[in-house]
């Protein structure tokens, strides 16, 4: 996941998502949406926003945005 988010991060947000361990998938998701938001905000805020995350969860990415 962290290999491919620099290069598609769409990609690994869906790679992410399919992680079995709930911690890890959780790490991996933020990291990939924090590293997409500094890259595309827009897209980025589209795939949170519509993302099967939970609404803690996207407040949480969100609210660290830079």
Known sequence: ???VSTQNAELAAAWARGIADETRRNNQMERV????????GTAALRWIQQAPLTDAF???VLEKRP
């Open 33 to 40: 949406a924090r590293q997409w938001l500094e890259q595309e």
């Open 1 to 3: 996941v962290d290999a």
């Open 58 to 60: 996207k407040k949480q």
